[in-house]
């Protein structure tokens, strides 16, 4: 294997084959190098054992015990042998058993007084935690007093583990490969490394691995938590830096125009988030270099406002304007909104359409085939200034007149070949506003969103209401339940509306097929804890109200599978209240505005993301009168998916709960990793604990890619750079 780098260097050379098999098919590692990345979760010391009174049940544990009692029972009227084993750490018990011919080798090594390392999975049986079958590592045997001392001071790495390769065999493949790491190529440039007072690169990979002290984990994971912040802040600047040299068309509003007319519509001022946010989006569509910012802000908050007004001041400037919306019920939602605002402005080409008016067109998948050949010949003749649609704006076959500026709404459901598509669809790129609702904390703004700049609207509107939020434990308290129909009863006699949202539809296509009883849980419901019953579905609770606690009043459906004409029908009559209550899916998740609507209780609401129960709530009180919210479940009182709930429950801030939200989800899946179809490049670095790593590391990188846009004198960061975005992820970050 001449040639080929020490950590480039395939597992199955330095480990044998069997070993890095499992290693590739469970822990995605392939090198040396790999292997070297893959860090201790933790460190024990053998000192202090690990409490054996804070077991988590049903999960993988390593234990450090000492050997309590053992003894053999039989069973089966003398025809099976059971080995059980008492072990303790001073703070609890925990049994250990083994059956069968299992029952030799432990019986002759685990006697009373001996330490040991255990692994398994933590088990309950007649009210006894237990370990069955752990796989064990002898610690003390043979060993003289100097040497017990040192080992019992000695910190024990814990490696992410799984089936098959315990975390002292994973230690063991380790000591095979650490010499490689004096080989490790360091990414970081020697002034940024000495500045900051770092260690190298192979002293941080000896000291993550195998430390003598504390203090050398904690140099060691500075040092590697640099490592990851500043490769990924590198790519991001190479992003934006690469984005500023790209050519587009200047935008600058005209005096007089549309813009001008429609302000002059508006029966309210805009606040003043909103208009130093356009006046940061107005300076960027003046520029001849495209303009990348994402827009964030609280549920309501009037991004909406924002953002038409953009796209009035591009069609004034002579080019064309498209939001792509992630749902034909939101698309809809907003061409409807925006024609009830723009008014006569809308109307370009109509009879009664003013003299400074354009065409508003709706572009979506479902459309009959001659509305469709209209919308499209609009936009190549131009004499659409706007558009509004779904995926549908992609398609090969819609060419624009002159794109001058794409708004996505919602960002994080478009995969990102949609937005690049829609780019590419502009003479030149076209100017590009993302707007997210759920709000996001600064460092994953910095990290997943790293090659835009940001915008954020924290005011909401004047005349805004209050929503206040209740949990409803429908299991232990069937009677607040009663009382939630009692107050959508209530509102619904003042005059006001009211969602109900289910996880489900229930219309026979999405049936769960774990109707069985022996079924287990729903997919939905994974963390339902411990419930057995399918979620809750739209067309059941519909029916059940109708007929039950809501009858009288008028109820309708609304949801993912019904027909375009339908859904359009129900939100149209539900926006002029000639509907009282809305069963509906998350469908009404995002931009659905009827001010009228007062109330919503969501079912089952354990089985939604705190975010997504955040979007929801934004759906009420979003007229005068206060808006009410509640969340029912049946999940146990002490289970983290009521302290959920209860988070969201106690605050209205969006940035607050999206922090909850993170903490609760692996970082991976922040990072958008579902989207980009790689693993996270982020072993080390916690995109909530490190901000100030991740905002330095960005600062950093900015100065780096300015003097040095291509890296040429910093081959080892090209070459970090290059692993850690292959192709394909250095274009989702791009896209991000």
């Given at each position: 294997?001449?040639?080929v780098?020490?950590?480039?260097?395939?597992?199955?050379?330095?480990?044998g084959a069997?070993?890095?098999?499992?290693?590739?098919?469970?822990?995605?590692?392939?090198?040396?190098?790999?292997?070297?990345?893959?860090?201790?979760?933790?460190?024990?010391?053998?000192?202090?054992?690990t409490?054996?009174?804070e077991l988590?049940?049903?999960?993988?544990?390593?234990?450090?015990?000492?050997v309590?009692?053992?003894?053999?029972?039989?069973?089966?009227?003398?025809?099976?042998?059971?080995?059980?084993?008492?072990?303790?750490d001073?703070?609890?018990?925990?049994?250990?058993?083994?059956?069968?011919?299992?029952?030799?080798?432990?019986?002759?090594?685990?006697?009373?007084?001996r330490?040991?390392?255990?692994?398994?999975?933590?088990?309950?049986?007649?009210?006894?935690?237990?370990?069955?079958?752990?796989?064990?590592?002898?610690?003390?045997?043979?060993?003289?007093?100097?040497?017990?001392?040192?080992?019992?001071?000695?910190?024990?790495?814990?490696?992410?583990?799984?089936?098959?390769?315990?975390?002292?065999?994973?230690?063991?493949?380790?000591?095979?490969?650490?010499?490689?790491?004096?080989?490790a190529?360091?990414?970081?440039?020697?002034?940024?490394?000495?500045?900051?007072?770092?260690?190298?690169?192979?002293?941080?990979?000896?000291?993550?691995?195998?430390?003598r002290?504390?203090?050398?984990?904690?140099?060691?994971?500075?040092?590697?938590?640099?490592?990851?912040?500043?490769?990924?802040?590198?790519?991001?600047?190479?992003?934006r830096?690469?984005?500023?040299?790209?050519p587009?068309?200047?935008?600058?509003?005209?005096?007089?125009?549309?813009?001008?007319?429609?302000?002059?519509?508006?029966?309210?001022?805009?606040?003043?988030?909103?208009?130093?946010?356009?006046?940061?989006?107005?300076?960027?569509l003046?520029?001849?270099?495209?303009?990348?910012?994402?827009?964030?802000?609280?549920?309501?908050?009037?991004?909406?406002?924002?953002?038409?007004?953009?796209?009035?001041?591009?069609?004034?400037?002579?080019?064309?304007a498209?939001?792509?919306?992630?749902?034909?019920?939101?698309?809809?939602?907003?061409?409807?909104?925006?024609?009830?605002?723009?008014?006569?402005?809308?109307e370009?080409?109509?009879?009664?359409?003013?003299?400074?008016s354009?065409?508003?067109?709706?572009?979506?998948?479902?459309?009959?085939?001659?509305?469709?050949r209209?919308?499209?010949?609009?936009?190549v003749?131009?004499?659409?200034?706007?558009?509004?649609?779904?995926?549908?704006?992609?398609?090969?076959?819609v060419?624009?007149?002159?794109?001058?500026?794409?708004?996505?709404?919602?960002?994080?459901?478009?995969?990102?070949?949609?937005?690049?598509a829609l780019?590419?669809?502009?003479?030149?790129p076209?100017?590009?506003?993302?707007?997210?609702?759920?709000?996001?904390?600064?460092?994953?703004?910095?990290?997943?969103?790293?090659?835009?700049?940001t915008?954020?609207?924290?005011?909401?509107?004047?005349?805004?209401?209050?929503?206040?939020?209740?949990?409803?434990?429908?299991?232990?308290k069937p009677?607040?339940?009663?009382?939630?129909?009692?107050?959508?009863?209530?509102?619904?006699e003042?005059?006001?509306?009211?969602?109900?949202?289910?996880?489900?539809?229930?219309?026979?296509?999405?049936?769960?097929?774990?109707?069985?009883?022996?079924?287990?849980?729903?997919?939905?419901?994974?963390?339902a804890?411990?419930?057995?019953?399918?979620?809750?579905?739209?067309?059941?609770?519909?029916?059940?109200?109708?007929g039950?606690?809501?009858?009288?009043?008028?109820?309708?459906?609304?949801?993912?599978?019904?027909?375009?004409?339908?859904?359009?029908?129900?939100?149209?009559?539900?926006?002029?209240?000639?509907?009282d209550?809305?069963?509906?899916?998350t469908v009404?998740?995002?931009?659905?505005?009827v001010?009228?609507?007062?109330?919503?209780?969501?079912?089952?609401?354990?089985?939604?993301g705190?975010?997504?129960?955040?979007?929801?709530?934004?759906?009420v009180?979003?007229?005068?009168?206060?808006?009410?919210?509640?969340?029912?479940?049946?999940?146990?009182?002490?289970g983290?998916a009521?302290?959920?709930?209860?988070?969201?429950?106690?605050?209205?801030?969006?940035?607050?709960?999206?922090?909850i939200?993170?903490?609760?989800?692996r970082?991976?899946?922040?990072?958008?990793?579902?989207?980009?179809?790689?693993?996270?490049?982020?072993?080390?670095?916690?995109?909530?604990?490190?901000?100030?790593?991740?905002?330095?590391?960005?600062?950093?990188a900015?100065?780096v890619?300015?003097?040095?846009?291509?890296?040429a004198?910093?081959?080892?960061?090209?070459?970090?750079?290059?692993?850690?975005?292959?192709?394909?992820?250095?274009?989702?970050?791009?896209?991000?």
């Amino acid at each position: 294997m001449d040639g080929v780098p020490a950590l480039d260097e395939p597992l199955k050379n330095t480990l044998g084959a069997p070993t890095a098999k499992v290693m590739a098919d469970h822990l995605d590692l392939h090198t040396v190098g790999d292997l070297l990345h893959h860090y201790p979760r933790r460190y024990a010391e053998r000192g202090e054992l690990t409490q054996l009174t804070e077991l988590p049940l049903d999960e993988h544990v390593t234990v450090f015990a000492q050997v309590a009692d053992a003894r053999v029972l039989t069973f089966n009227q003398g025809r099976g042998r059971r080995l059980e084993v008492n072990i303790t750490d001073g703070s609890g018990r925990l049994q250990l058993v083994f059956f069968g011919k299992g029952i030799h080798k432990p019986q002759k090594e685990l006697l009373p007084g001996r330490r040991a390392m255990f692994a398994g999975k933590v088990s309950k049986f007649n009210q006894k935690f237990q370990l069955a079958h752990p796989t064990y590592e002898l610690l003390d045997a043979d060993t003289d007093a100097g040497a017990v001392e040192a080992w019992a001071n000695e910190l024990i790495p814990i490696y992410p583990a799984c089936k098959g390769l315990e975390s002292w065999k994973i230690s063991k493949a380790v000591d095979a490969v650490l010499p490689a790491a004096q080989e490790a190529v360091d990414p970081l440039p020697p002034a940024l490394r000495d500045g900051r007072g770092l260690t190298t690169l192979p002293d941080a990979l000896q000291k993550v691995h195998r430390p003598r002290t504390k203090a050398d984990v904690a140099v060691a994971r500075d040092r590697l938590k640099w490592d990851e912040a500043f490769v990924l802040q590198v790519a991001l600047a190479r992003r934006r830096h690469a984005e500023t040299q790209l050519p587009a068309v200047a935008r600058k509003p005209v005096p007089g125009g549309l813009l001008d007319a429609f302000d002059a519509k508006l029966p309210f001022t805009l606040t003043e988030g909103q208009r130093k946010v356009t006046g940061e989006i107005f300076d960027e569509l003046a520029t001849e270099h495209p303009m990348h910012r994402l827009l964030q802000g609280e549920v309501g908050s009037g991004k909406t406002l924002v953002a038409l007004r953009a796209m009035l001041a591009v069609v004034d400037a002579g080019g064309q304007a498209a939001m792509l919306a992630p749902t034909e019920v939101l698309a809809q939602q907003h061409h409807r909104s925006v024609t009830e605002m723009m008014g006569e402005l809308a109307e370009g080409g109509m009879l009664g359409g003013g003299e400074l008016s354009t065409k508003v067109v709706l572009l979506t998948g479902s459309m009959g085939v001659a509305a469709r050949r209209k919308a499209l010949l609009d936009l190549v003749t131009g004499e659409a200034g706007l558009v509004i649609g779904t995926h549908a704006l992609i398609e090969d076959k819609v060419q624009f007149h002159d794109l001058g500026l794409v708004v996505v709404d919602e960002q994080h459901r478009f995969g990102v070949e949609q937005r690049d598509a829609l780019r590419g669809k502009g003479k030149q790129p076209p100017h590009l506003l993302v707007m997210t609702a759920t709000p996001i904390p600064r460092t994953v703004a910095m990290t997943v969103f790293g090659d835009l700049e940001t915008s954020v609207l924290d005011q909401l509107p004047a005349g805004r209401s209050p929503i206040a939020t209740h949990v409803v434990p429908a299991r232990d308290k069937p009677h607040f339940l009663a009382r939630a129909w009692e107050r959508v009863r209530e509102e619904a006699e003042n005059g006001h509306q009211a969602y109900v949202v289910c996880p489900r539809i229930g219309d026979g296509d999405d049936e769960p097929k774990k109707r069985k009883p022996a079924s287990g849980e729903t997919a939905e419901g994974a963390e339902a804890e411990g419930d057995k019953r399918p979620p809750l579905a739209v067309v059941e609770i519909a029916g059940q109200l109708a007929g039950g606690p809501l009858s009288g009043l008028r109820i309708e459906q609304l949801h993912g599978r019904m027909a375009p004409d339908d859904k359009d029908d129900v939100m149209r009559r539900f926006a002029a209240g000639a509907v009282d209550v809305l069963v509906a899916t998350t469908v009404i998740e995002v931009g659905v505005n009827v001010p009228n609507a007062t109330a919503m209780v969501i079912m089952d609401a354990d089985r939604f993301g705190v975010s997504q129960l955040h979007q929801l709530r934004g759906r009420v009180g979003r007229g005068s009168a206060p808006g009410l919210c509640l969340l029912v479940t049946e999940a146990h009182e002490a289970g983290p998916a009521r302290a959920r709930l209860g988070a969201v429950a106690a605050t209205l801030d969006g940035f607050e709960l999206s922090r909850i939200d993170l903490e609760q989800r692996r970082e991976g899946d922040v990072l958008g990793q579902a989207q980009s179809g790689v693993r996270s490049s982020l072993r080390m670095l916690a995109v909530i604990d490190d901000e100030e790593i991740i905002a330095a590391a960005r600062e950093e990188a900015a100065q780096v890619v300015a003097a040095d846009p291509e890296l040429a004198h910093l081959p080892a960061l090209r070459t970090a750079l290059d692993a850690l975005l292959d192709q394909e992820r250095e274009r989702y970050l791009d896209k991000g």
